[in-house]
Each structure stands twice: as C-alpha cells, then as structure tokens.
C-alpha cells in the first residue's frame, strides 16, 4: 500500500485566506472565532473524503497559517476560539484512510509538521498573548482533541453524546501522533492511571466525568454554550489585555514569498534551495542582512513597521522555512544539505544589535519568535545538514544558529580567504530549541567551562578562535577543504538514512527534555516504530484493516 | 443457568433468578423508583389513574405468555424476561461463527456491546415521551388502548435493555442506566441519540406511522441483536420481538383504517374532497409517509459502515435471520449500491460486511413495500382510484451516504433550488398539523370512532369492537 507517490506533484505549504478550503475565520476586536469546516472533497491527495472535519497536510497547512498570521496580521486579537462550523462534529482527527494509503515517510512528516502547528499554537499563547479556546461543540476524537489539548482551556457540549476521545490505541493499533499522551499527563496533568483509561477507551469520556478527569476545564449545555463560550472568552480578553502593555497595535501584512522555480532549484530572495537528486544532495543557502538592512532597523520600530513583510530578518527566515519544509515533503531522496550563510559578517552582527534594540516592540518580538521557530524546524528534520564555512560566508548570530543547528560544522581557515563567524545577542536565548535551551548550550553541554568563557558577549571570531571556543566541528586548510567535505559528504550519503535520521535526532539535543521535545521523540521513538509494524500497517495490521471487512490480527509476542 | 420460570409475585417479575442475586437486585430496585419517577413525569400521566385493558407477559412460553386485565399503568408488572434455550447457543455469524456464545461479557467487546445496548435502550423512553399527550385526542378508546399498550411495553423493553446494562457493565453500565432516564425526546440540551426519536409526534397521524415505520426499524434492529454472540442480549430481545409485533399492528392497521376512511370519504363527497368531509387527504398520507418512512431509513446507519463490518465480525449483530442463512462469515463477498460520484449516480460495489446495514435496510424496506401493497389493496376493495408508494431510500435522508445530497422521491438527484420549491410536496409542512389537530378531537364513548378512521375489523383478545377497553369513568 506504498501509494499515494508522495511528490506525486509538489505540496505547496504557502496560502493565504482568499485560498482556504477548510476554515473560516472571523474577527470580533480582541477574539477571533476559528471554525472548521473540512471540504470533504478538498484532500490533497486523491482516494479519500474528509468527512466528519477529519484532516489532512493540506487542512494543517492552513491551520499553520491561520496561527501565523494571527500572530502578524491580527495583533490585537488576544483569544482564539477553535470550534467547528459542522453541526455534528468538532473535529475527527487525521484522516484514517489517508493515513492508511500513505507511505511511511508521508505519514511521519505529515505528522511532524502538525505537531509543530500545535507547538505553534501553545508559542503563540507564551510569547504573543494570544491565547486559544477550543470550544468542542460535538464528537472530538483523536487528533481533534489534540488539537483541543493544544489550546489552553477547553469547552465540552454537554449533550449526552459529545465525548471527547483518544481511540487511536483501541480502534487503530497506533498512537495518538500529535502529542496527545503527553499532553494529557504532563499539560493537563490528567492522573496517568486514568489516562490509561481513557485512551483504551475508544468513545471517549463526556460530560461532568471529563471535568473530574481533567480533560476539559468545563461542560455546558447545548442550549447554553456560545453564550457561555463568549462568556469565557470576553472575560480571558479582558484579563490578557490588562497583562499586555496598551500600545495600539496594528497588523503587517505577509504576502506570497513567489519563489522562482525551475528544475532542482527553488529561488527566493534572500534563500536558495537547490538539489540534485541523483546525488541525494541539496545546497541550501541564506544571504545575510545588508547596511541598508541594518539602517533600516536603526531608523527604529514604526520603520520596521513599514518594511512590513519585506524586513530582512522576516523574510529571509519565512524563506528558510518555507524551503526547509519543500525539503522535507517534497525531496524524499535527498540525504545530506549542505547549508551555507553568505554575507558581511560586520553587517549580520550589527543587524541582530539592532534587532535586539526593537525587542520591546510587538512586531520585533513576533519577527524573532518565528526565526525560532524556522530554526525548530530544522533541528527537527530527518536530513543530515553540514555548515560549510568557505569563502564568503558569515555565519554570525542568527545566521549562527544554522552552523549550530547542522550536525556538523566545517571552517576553512585560510589568511587568503578569512571567514568570520560570530556571537550575537539572538544566540543567548532569543532562539531557543525545542527543549527550550541555546544552540549554544546544547552544543557545549559536555565543555560548560568553554560557555562560561564566551560568557553573553557579542563578538566576532576568526575561525581558529572559534575552533578554540569548541564552535567548529572540523577546521580545514584551503589546501584541505575540498577533498576532506567532499570525502565526509559522500562517506556521510553512504550510511543507512534511517539510522541518520534516528542517529541525529539522538545527538541533536543534548541535556534535559522538556514537554515539547518529549512530544517529537516520542512521535519519532514510538509512533514511527509502530508505523512500519504489521500491528498496525501489515496485511492484518489494525490501521490497515480499518474500515475493512476483515478484523486485524496481531502478533501477540511484545517486544 | 438461568430458569424458565418467571416470579411474577417479586417486585420485578423476572425469569432471571433475581432473587438469588442480591446485589443485582438491590440495584434494579435502586433504580425503580427513579424509573417510576421518570414515567410519572414523561409517560401518559393524565391516565394514570384509568384502569386500561392490558396485556401483561407472564410467561416466556409460546403459548399463552400474556394474560388480560385491566390494570392502571403505575401497577404495570415491567419485568424482565429472557427467552429460554433448549440447547446450548452458539456465535452466528462473522469470524467466530459456531463456537460458542459468551454468556458474560468479553471483554474485547464490552464498550461496543454497550453502545449497541444503549442505542437501542434509549429508543424505548423516547417513544413514551414523543407520545405522551396523544390520549387526549384518541379516536376512540380501542385506539387509547393501543396506545397505552404500547406504551408501557416500551417501558418493559428499557427494563430489560437495562437488565442487560445492570447485569453486565458495572457501574459504567448503572451510569448509563441512569443517563436513559435523563435524555428527553426533542430537549435541546439533553436529546435522545437517534434523529426520528426526537421529531415530534404530535397527533394520531404521526403515531400510526411511528409504530409503522420507526417501530418497524426496531423490529428489524432487535431482529438483528437476536443473533448476536452474547446470549444473554440475543435472549432478551427475541422475547422482545414477541412484544413488539403488536406495535407494528397498530401502526400498520392504523394507517390502513384511515386509509379505508378517507376512500369512504373521497367516495361520499361530490368533489371526491376528502378534507371537505373532515377526513384525511391521501396527499397528506402520502407525504406522512415520505416523512417518517426516510427518518425511520436514517436508523439503520450508515450505508457503508465500519461500525457494521465490526459488529459483524465479531458476531455482535447479525443479519435478519441470520440463522436462516446458508453462509455466516459474509467475507469476500461484496453489495453493489448506487453512490454519488461526481454529480451522478454510480453504482459501486462494497465489501458486503462495510454494507450490513443496508443489507439489514433491505429487509426492513421489503417488508414495509408488504404494507403498502396491503394498503393498496384496501383502497382498490374501496373502489377508490388513488394510489400509495413508499419513496426512495435516497429520498429526504440525515445519516449516510445520502445525507449530502438532494433526491426527490423517485431517487433523483435534484439541485438545491429544485429542492426548496419543492420539499413542501413532498413532506409534512407546518400547516398539516393545525388542520390534523382541528379534526382530532377525542372520542371516549365505548365502540364509537373518529370520523377521521374506520373501525378496526374486531377487538382485542376476543372482547367486541365495543369493549370499555379504558374505563375512563370508575
């Protein structure tokens, strides 16, 4: 059942609201209604119907960017209420028979991306004051009530009939995918016994049972819920907009990125993608700020303001987002990115300076939230990723943060050809990974004497200085350079892609877990583990066989 | 085991051996007076005091179960009663078909079996509470009776679902007992589950289409959980049957008395204006028909099912007389049905588990095109030129495959528009039931009906058309 070919044609991640299928947004001052309403004939694949508000990729590509432009478009929105606009059900999670045509990697990356859409969700109440409500006004089931559990409160119609449920584990043979195990127990603080319960439960628990269990913060009667959802919701806008500082906000537009597309590239303005898939290779580049960049953030926020959209920190990191999912969907076969960051290396550092001054600023603030956010998603990409630090490149600050974030990090140290790369403010915690500490941290877990002597200052380094301070993986000579990337990348293509994947994933986060990261390895440790086994997706397998008139036979034998 | 005898003196009338089982019946009789509570507050309560001609089961044997008298509802015996078995019962059907059938619970199935058992539990309230005023305009005190029997067997069949519920599903079980007795038919807040359960049933015309379309669906559902694996639900709902037998004969004669009526009357009348002669339409009948026969289609489910394929499978529910059947696994085999493709009509095979609730549909629609038949035949006996039909089962449907388009009654697609000018032909419209109800007035006097219906052709257990079957006046 390898089908449908996953880059049968090329998933687009870019919408915008004339483009929606799937929801409808409305905005009533600071609280805006979110409503889903799943075209059934809207899948992005062809060979099932998305009923009963379940979803597929293209479904969260909009949710993902309903959140975005929440966040940039609609500042002044302080409460987002998720509900649905069928009548007869909230939301029935992920499409089951997607997900049982799918191929594998279709199904881990489709469930990677809406977890970080639900991630997105829970940044957005942290770092934005915008926080979600998930007002379930019917059956919500699966990956609907994670979705629910990834707002902070959540509303149940008490109907007699409306449950909320996690039957993946009793109807499917898998796991919830989108955080919900660990959301219940470490969010909600659901006692774990009785998570137990519940998730062996396929209809799920409704009503007053679900308020003492903790899966929803309260009940209403059918007749009384809008108003109470209004209710709830006009108290908590008044409550954040007290916490928040009154400046008048007003939202940027974000338009269409346009890349130019021809064969094995994919060029923007400030990134370039390029592949080649024979080699399994990909080149991914990022130019960095400009003097006029730079002067433009020196002219302070209402100027920032006005570049809107076209801000270089924006727009350059929407780019690498932007290509870093292309990358992840759309180039199954490439193995090793080879990333650069080209640039002045004077000019990146001034611009972060600059960027840190506006942090105050809601838009500054938003601009760097979502560069962190690009960066997560690379940390989170099962693809081998190589900083090469040749000729031109200035890997400094935030551009810091890609050499960091890449398995490995290769310098050339050449007094014909000097490289700088630098600390800026971004890298002492504006950029957090998903467990919730610096790149510069995690990359120096084991050398704490190393971070204490970079101390928090900015500053640029040359090379060697930088290899000193443990930020170089492996430093090369001009008359090195060539042979040894080009020896380590095609040792690197030649190894099991499923051990990278695994192998990086393990390496990349050092020290302590946090709620989010516990998610995506778990979702990578468990969920993709019990993906590829005939309990689930063999001929007999219970994801397989749903829906269909055989029942699912099991391999009794735990492992 | 289980004994064959009823004690029909304990304060549940049982066949069960509740009295050797302390703890289930401490909690039976826990739930009485809730249950009394619930049937003072939402069951024909302004008879409550009306010694009414009743059938009480006192007996599980096939002849002469039921025994006659007049009794008022509250001193109703509900009680609880399992069909015996000669021999040993077995699976019927799916994967585990002719091995033995589970007398507990298994535990692989203990939350479906419960749904299933509440589905089909909360029926039974639902249709007390839809009826409940309908005695003040009865056509006649035969009708009342009707009524009333049916009724309080209704009420029997939510004791014996909650037998099951109490027996075997632990206090998940006794919540959901409880639950039965909260919902409310057409409440918004708390519903009954199924759509037709909770439209309203607000005179006589809907009554007899009730008991002949939607009862008749329950027919067929208890038919189906006849042959289930677990024995003890297979056990109660064939008695059930027995009872509900009754229900569709007054549904079916019902209707066909009216029908017999209005072709008097459309024959008295000069113009051959029914309405003109106080009776009822045929266009009217028609359009009841229409209504309550695709509400009554939508509880059958959806027309390919995994739900259906499951209970199948795993010998939960069976197919009409499954045990009548040549073949139990139904596994390669497929059903062809028309589905909406692209704006038209296709027909698709589906694997014929994912379609036993259409297969169970079948049943049911071939055994109402029976009625109508009869009815035809009634108005052909009464020289009358109209005829009846049932409309497509794609017609006016909420739940299935059906549910996102529009059909008109012979199983077109039609666009919306067509849909808005013209659903007013073809179902009931608001206006139907001020004219029913200004002709529906009641009728008390012993052996004297409505203008509206003909007399039945006898009475009831031998007693004369004229019988005081509700002794209004004691």
């Keep these: ?559 | 085991m289980l004994s064959n005898n009823v004690d029909l003196n304990a304060k549940i009338p049982n066949n069960v051996g509740l009295a050797d089982d302390p703890k289930l019946l401490r909690a039976l009789e826990k739930w009485l007076p809730s249950y009394l509570e619930w049937w003072h507050d939402m069951g024909p309560t302004d008879f409550e005091d009306k010694p009414v001609y009743l059938r009480t089961a006192v007996s599980v044997e096939n002849d002469g179960w039921a025994h006659y008298e007049h009794v008022r509802m509250p001193d109703y015996r509900w009680g609880i009663f399992l069909n015996p078995r000669e021999q040993a019962s077995t699976i019927r059907c799916g994967d585990d078909a002719g091995k033995p059938a589970w007398s507990e619970v298994p535990g692989e199935h203990r939350n479906a079996l419960r749904r299933i058992i509440v589905t089909q539990a909360d029926t039974e309230p639902a249709s007390v509470e839809q009826q409940r005023l309908l005695g003040h305009i009865a056509p006649s005190l035969y009708d009342m009776r009707n009524l009333f029997q049916v009724n309080v067997e209704e009420g029997r069949h939510l004791w014996a679902m909650v037998y099951l519920l109490h027996k075997y599903f632990g206090r998940d079980g006794r919540d959901e007992a409880d639950a039965l007795l909260e919902r409310r038919s057409g409440d918004p807040d708390k519903p009954r589950i199924l759509g037709a359960f909770n439209q309203p049933c607000d005179h006589w015309l809907s009554f007899f289409a009730f008991t002949m379309f939607t009862d008749r669906d329950g027919k067929y559902q208890l038919a189906a959980l006849s042959q289930s694996g677990f024995d003890p639900l297979a056990r109660s709902t064939e008695f059930m049957l027995t009872e509900e037998a009754h229900h569709l004969f007054v549904g079916e004669t019902g209707l066909d008395r009216i029908i017999k009526r209005s072709a008097e009357l459309q024959r008295l009348d000069p113009n051959g204006d029914v309405r003109n002669q106080g009776g009822i339409d045929f266009d009217l009948i028609q359009r009841t028909i229409n209504y309550w026969f695709t509400y009554s289609l939508d509880l059958f489910g959806g027309e390919i099912s995994s739900n259906a394929a499951d209970f199948f499978a795993t010998g939960l529910k069976g197919r009409y007389r499954e045990d009548r059947l040549p073949e139990h696994r139904a596994l390669d085999q497929s059903y062809r049905l028309p589905v909406v493709d692209g704006g038209r009509l296709v027909e698709r095979d589906v694997p014929l588990r994912n379609a036993m609730n259409e297969v169970l549909r079948d049943s049911y629609i071939t055994d109402c095109e029976r009625a109508l038949r009869k009815w035809n035949r009634t108005l052909e006996e009464a020289g009358s030129p109209t005829r009846l039909s049932l409309p497509s089962r794609r017609f006016h449907r909420h739940q299935g495959i059906y549910a996102d388009h529009r059909f008109n009654p012979e199983g077109e697609l039609v666009s919306q528009s067509a849909w808005d000018r013209d659903h007013g032909r073809w179902l009931l419209r608001p206006e139907d039931n001020d004219y029913l109800l200004s002709i529906m007035k009641p009728v008390y006097e012993p052996g004297k009906f409505a203008n509206w219906i003909a007399p039945p052709n006898k009475g009831i257990e031998g007693q004369p058309v004229e019988f005081e079957y509700v002794k209004l006046h004691d």
């Design chain 1, 1 to 559: 059942m390898e089908s449908p070919p996953t880059h049968a044609t090329p998933v687009d991640f870019e919408t915008d609201p004339s483009r929606y299928r799937h929801w409808r947004v409305s905005y009533d001052g600071p609280i805006a209604t979110l409503a889903m309403a799943v075209d059934p004939e809207g899948g992005l694949r062809s060979g099932y119907e998305l009923k009963l508000n379940s979803y597929d990729l293209g479904v969260d590509i909009e949710l993902a960017d309903v959140v975005r432009r929440m966040r940039f478009e609609h500042p002044e929105v302080r409460v987002v209420v998720l509900t649905s606009g069928l009548d007869n059900v909230f939301c029935a999670g992920a499409n089951i028979h997607m997900l049982a045509a799918s191929t594998h990697a279709w199904k881990v990356n489709f469930c990677k991306f809406t977890n970080e859409t639900r991630c997105e969700i829970e940044d957005a109440e942290a770092y934005s004051g915008q926080v979600y409500i998930a007002a379930v006004n019917g059956p919500c089931a699966g990956g609907g009530y994670e979705l629910a559990l990834a707002c902070r409160e959540i509303y149940l119609q008490d109907d007699g009939s409306s449950a909320v449920s996690l039957p993946e584990v009793p109807l499917l043979g898998v796991l919830p995918g989108t955080g919900g195990l660990t959301r219940l127990v470490d969010k909600r603080k659901v006692r774990r016994d009785r998570a137990d319960i519940f998730s062996t439960t396929a209809e799920g628990i409704r009503g007053k049972k679900a308020v003492e269990w903790r899966l929803v913060d309260g009940v209403y009667p059918r007749s009384r819920f809008r108003e109470a959802i209004a209710g709830r919701s006009a108290a908590l806008a008044a409550e954040l907009a007290r916490a928040l500082p009154a400046a008048e906000r007003r939202g940027i537009h974000l338009g269409p990125l346009l890349p130019e597309l021809s064969a094995g590239r994919r060029r923007y303005r400030h990134v370039e993608l390029s592949w080649d898939d024979n080699a399994r290779l990909a080149r991914l580049t990022i130019h960095g700020p400009t003097a006029e960049d730079v002067a433009l953030l020196g002219r302070g926020a209402e100027a920032a303001h006005a570049a809107g959209d076209q801000l270089w920190a924006l727009r350059a990191f929407r780019e690498l987002d932007d290509a870093i999912l292309h990358l992840r969907v759309n180039l199954p076969g490439v193995g090793v990115v080879l990333v650069r960051a080209v640039g002045d290396a004077a000019q990146a550092l001034a611009h972060d300076h600059a960027l840190t001054e506006l942090r105050g600023d809601w838009f500054i603030n938003e601009v760097i939230r979502h560069m962190a956010r690009a960066l997560r998603r690379v940390d989170l990409s099962s693809r081998t990723f190589f900083a090469l630090g040749d000729a031109g490149t200035a890997f400094v600050g935030a551009l810091f943060e890609l050499a960091l974030a890449a398995d490995r990090f290769y310098a050339l140290d050449d007094e014909d050809a000097p490289v700088q790369v630098g600390l800026s403010p971004l890298n002492f915690g504006a950029l957090p990974m998903t467990h919730g500490v610096t790149r510069l941290r995690a990359h120096l877990h084991g050398e704490p004497e190393q971070l204490s002597r970079l101390g928090e200052a900015a500053q640029l380094l040359s090379v060697g200085d930088a290899d000193e301070a443990g930020l170089v993986t492996v430093r090369l000579d001009g008359i090195d350079w060539d042979d040894d990337t080009r020896v380590a990348i095609e040792e690197r293509l030649s190894l099991s892609p499923d051990a990278l994947s695994g192998m990086e994933a393990n390496l990349r986060f050092p020290g302590a877990e946090n709620e989010d990261s516990k998610i995506f390895a778990r979702l990578s440790a468990w969920q993709n583990w019990i993906f590829i086994r005939p309990n689930a997706t063999g001929a007999h397998g219970a994801l397989t066989l749903y829906g269909k008139p055989e029942r699912p036979h099991f391999d009794w034998n735990r492992v």
